[in-house]
């Protein structure tokens, strides 16, 4: 069950997400979707005055392929935030991309026979 | 902030995705608020489920806010999911959320890309999961309705929840324990098999 607490008020935070971000609205999903694999490309150096958040997803990212979702969950970051943050390091060229979906919202047959096939032998 | 990924985790082996894996499919498990999203997500994930705290802002008219802030106010939504490996190069990410109108830019962030939706009911509170389906047709989603059968006494037959929800015919309607993991597992390929049907 979901806990209570699942939508509860908050205003706390907001500020710190706005100072995270240096106070850029956040980047529609168009880049990197909840769950595009995002990696750290090799050799790369962090970027000169990376922040705390920028410095985690750095470490994070390093040890392999995860959503950005994941990386979201993972840092405890609202997903646009982390989104935000891993835009700019994508943009700079320090992440590697798997998995991104198609624009456009056609499904793909051999994906779902997959997926079906996956979760069918997940229970026989 | 917690930079290290879980111990449990990482003890057992890695927190990442295999490095064969190059596809990530995405499934919508939504339903009103504690239907049990979050529990049938748990009882599939190869992780331990997610969640992240999404801030939403929203306008709000004429609020005498006692601090002086005013014009708009946040409240915090939460996104829960997992992972199931599915295949070497496949993994599905099982994301869940309450539906409700308001939170706009999160829905429209987890309907990109989805495969479809499974859309968790309690028999007991029918009536809350109009606004639900309405979200998941307006967005364009295929979705298949799950009735959690656990904690509840009301019982209800499927033709029933059809009638109470005003169905399609061939919208798949199933019975699962969200608790557990066989019967998930079930409401989830039932959901893939219609949506295989659907794109023949």
């Known amino acids: 069950m979901t806990a209570p607490g699942e939508e509860e008020p908050v205003s706390s935070d907001f500020v710190r997400s706005y100072v995270i971000t240096g106070g850029r609205s956040l980047p529609s999903s168009d880049e990197l979707a909840l769950h595009t694999l995002v990696t750290l490309a090799p050799e790369r150096t962090p970027p000169l005055g990376a922040g705390p958040e920028v410095t985690a997803i750095w470490d994070l990212c390093a040890g392999g392929y995860l959503s950005v979702a994941e990386v979201a969950g993972h840092l405890g970051l609202p997903v646009g935030v982390a989104r935000l943050l891993l835009t700019d390091l994508s943009e700079q060229g320090h992440l590697l991309h798997r998995a991104e979906p198609p624009r456009a919202q056609n499904v793909d047959r051999a994906t779902l026979e997959k997926v079906l096939h996956g979760l069918q032998s997940l229970i026989s | ?200």
């Open chain 2, 1 to 200: 902030m917690d930079s290290n990924p879980s111990s449990a985790e990482t003890a057992q082996g890695s927190i990442y995705v295999s490095s064969a894996v190059t596809n990530a499919a995405k499934i919508l498990v939504v339903g009103h608020f504690a239907v049990g999203k979050t529990t049938l997500i748990g009882s599939l994930s190869e992780i331990t489920p997610l969640r992240t705290e999404e801030k939403m802002t929203q306008a709000s008219v004429h609020v005498d806010d006692l601090r002086g802030v005013t014009g708009k106010t946040t409240t915090t939504v939460a996104l829960d999911f997992g992972r199931l490996t599915l295949s070497e190069d496949l993994v599905l990410y099982l994301f869940g959320t309450p539906g409700q109108q308001r939170f706009m830019q999160l829905w429209e962030d987890m309907a990109r890309g989805a495969l479809g939706a499974l859309l968790l009911v309690d028999p007991a509170r029918l009536e809350e999961t109009f606004p639900v389906i309405d979200l998941v047709e307006g967005y364009g989603l295929e979705y298949a309705i799950a009735v959690n059968t656990f904690d509840s006494s009301a019982t209800y037959s499927e033709a029933e929840v059809r009638e109470a929800l005003d169905l399609l015919p061939d919208t798949p309607v199933v019975y699962c324990d969200a608790r557990d993991q066989r019967s998930s597992a079930e409401a989830l390929i039932a959901l893939v098999r219609h949506l295989l049907e659907r794109a023949a």
